[in-house]
T-cell receptor, first 113, second 114 residues
Framework: GAGVSQSPRYKVAKRGQDVALRCDPI?????LFWYQQALGQGPEFLTY????????KSGLPSDRFFAERPEGSVSTLKIQRTQQEDSAVYLCASSLTGNQPQHFGDGTRLSIL | EDQVTQSPEALRLQEGESSSLNCSYT??????LFWYRQDPGKGPEFLFT???AGEEKEKERLKATLTKKESFLHITAPKPEDSATYLCAVQADNSGGSNYKLTFGKGTLLTVNP
């Protein structure tokens, strides 16, 4: 597809379970970003990749959050030992280069019971 | 710390009733200011990038302007299909840095009634 693809669209997990969220960026886009969006709020930055290098992970809320992009294309955001406050929409965005407009996927809505 | 404040939080217009949305920002150095549209259950959709004070961009019924402290999104003769949340975001110019993250405001929920 032409746009950023995220899967799954919805994920329900019990507190304490581990989850993995996938992002397929636009082909050829060097930069990849993860954001977290709470209900009624704007997206908040989590982490940034340039190709396979994670250049900034300052927005990750805790060491339970881990992201990777091993081959410089697909990225996975993993959350270990999930907690209720992790419930949110997780958005992935990609851009051709760092200062070009970021194009977003439709997100994964994560609900922790 | 970079900050973005959008107002109003919600705006209800009649079809054809023009108005403006405001985005005030505080950033150490502005690399770019971005406007996005977000529909329920969807990701933000890119509208405009503005890079320097005085710059303007237009697309259909939307026009974005930028000053050193704020940006406006002007909506001329809106239609019901313009109903959405409009998000403003800034990208800071961290000299020597390599982070291109966006800092978003909370958005303005626009409803256009027929």
């Amino acid at each position: 597809g032409a746009g950023v693809s995220q899967s799954p669209r919805y994920k329900v997990a019990k507190r304490g379970q581990d989850v993995a969220l996938r992002c397929d960026p636009i082909s050829g886009h060097v930069s990849l970003f993860w954001y977290q969006q709470a209900l009624g709020q704007g997206p908040e930055f989590l982490t940034y990749f340039q190709n396979e290098a994670q250049l900034d992970k300052s927005g990750l809320p805790s060491d339970r959050f881990f992201a990777e992009r091993p081959e410089g294309s697909v990225s996975t955001l993993k959350i270990q030992r999930t907690q209720q406050e992790d419930s949110a929409v997780y958005l992935c965005a990609s851009s051709l280069t760092g200062n070009q407009p970021q194009h977003f996927g439709d997100g994964t809505r994560l609900s922790i019971l | 710390e970079d900050q973005v404040t959008q107002s109003p939080e919600a705006l209800r217009l009649q079809e054809g009733e023009s108005s403006s949305l405001n985005c005030s920002y505080t950033v150490s150095g502005l690399r770019g200011l971005f406007w996005y549209r977000q529909d329920p259950g969807k990701g933000p959709e890119f509208l405009f990038t503005l890079y320097s004070a005085g710059e303007e961009k237009e697309k259909e019924r939307l026009k974005a302007t930028l000053t050193k402290k704020e940006s406006f999104l002007h909506i001329t003769a809106p239609k019901p299909e313009d109903s959405a949340t409009y998000l403003c975001a800034v990208q800071a110019d961290n000299s020597g840095g390599s982070n291109y993250k966006l800092t978003f405001g909370k958005g303005t929920l626009l409803t256009v009634n027929p």
